[in-house]
């Protein structure tokens, strides 16, 4: 079993609702966060999902993610603080690659985000016209960092 999550992110900057497949509404928080370690706890659409995130390594993390009952999630996130993170995930099919695309909501409201897993770090793939700036390895735009600084109150 491979636990390492390779990812790059980006900023939108362009249309990309033409090409969406699938959405689903996501509302996740945190039950522990630090020293780049997450512990989330996940709601999206009618199920539950508990996923633990090592430290970044470059574009490169362990995580571990189990789906879980959706009684067990709405349990857990009575245990989560600092609020949740609202979005909307379109997945979005592109050169042989699913980005999935992060529309945010409340506080993170305006931001959007396209992720792209790989399974080499060096892998290439093909860049969608909608794609903006790269920000893998900006921390303020981790999901556990939204929540203690969001979107909306950045200068």
Not at 21 to 31: D, E, K, P, R, V
Not at 76 to 93: E, M, N, S, Y
Not at 139 to 152: G, M
Request: proline fraction near 3%; aromatic fraction near 10%.
């Amino acid at each position: 079993m491979n636990n390492t999550e390779i990812e790059r992110k980006f900023l939108v900057s362009g249309d990309f609702r033409p090409y969406v497949t699938a959405s689903s509404h996501i509302l996740q928080g945190y039950l522990a966060r630090q020293n780049g370690r997450t512990v989330r706890v996940r709601l999206r659409d009618d199920k539950g999902y508990l996923t633990i995130k090592g430290p970044t390594d470059g574009i490169s993390r362990f995580e571990w993610e189990r789906e879980i009952s959706r009684e067990d999630a709405l349990a857990l996130a009575g245990l989560c603080q600092g609020g949740f993170i609202d979005k909307t995930r379109h997945l979005v099919p592109f050169g042989g690659h699913v980005f999935e695309v992060d529309e945010f909501h409340g506080a993170n409201a305006g931001l959007i985000l396209a992720e792209v897993e790989l399974s080499a770090a060096d892998e290439s793939f093909a860049r969608p016209a909608w794609l903006g700036e790269e920000v893998s390895g900006d921390a303020r735009y981790y999901n556990s960092h939204l929540l203690v600084e969001p979107y909306n109150t950045w200068k």
